[in-house]
């Protein structure tokens, strides 16, 4: 069993900038592939970004150029530096361990992020 917790949330300005930070327990986070999903009002979940135990990076559209994703296997610690934040960004973001070989999908409890002056 993996527990995902989420932190780092809160409320910035236009412009401003956040850094996620999601911790997760359990030994099979080196070898699986870490996400950050966001979810707003009236809207399904969605992928913001994603990291494979290879370190190769995957980001929608939307904030390609703003957001970075990164880990640290040492510390099983998954990040998400979101920067130039935009009021569209507001949204419960959630982070997302998936290992499809050990047949596991894990989520947090959401943290949110709100954009607005």
């Known amino acids: 069993q993996v527990q995902l917790v989420e932190s780092g949330g809160g409320l910035v300005q236009p412009g401003g900038s956040l850094r996620l930070s999601c911790a997760a327990s359990?030994?099979?986070?080196?070898?699986?592939?870490m996400g950050w999903y966001r979810q707003a009002p009236g809207k399904q979940r969605e992928l913001v970004a994603s990291i494979t135990r290879s370190s190769s990076t995957n980001y929608a559209d939307s904030v390609k150029g703003r957001f970075t994703i990164s880990r640290d296997n040492a510390k099983n610690l998954v990040y998400l530096q979101m920067n130039s934040l935009k009021p569209e960004d507001t949204a419960v973001y959630y982070c997302?361990?998936?290992?499809?070989?050990?047949?596991?999908?894990?989520w947090g409890q959401g943290t949110q992020v709100t954009v607005s002056s």
């Open positions: 997302n361990l998936e290992n499809p070989k050990l047949g596991v999908n894990y």
């Open positions: 359990g030994n099979i986070f080196r070898i699986s592939t």
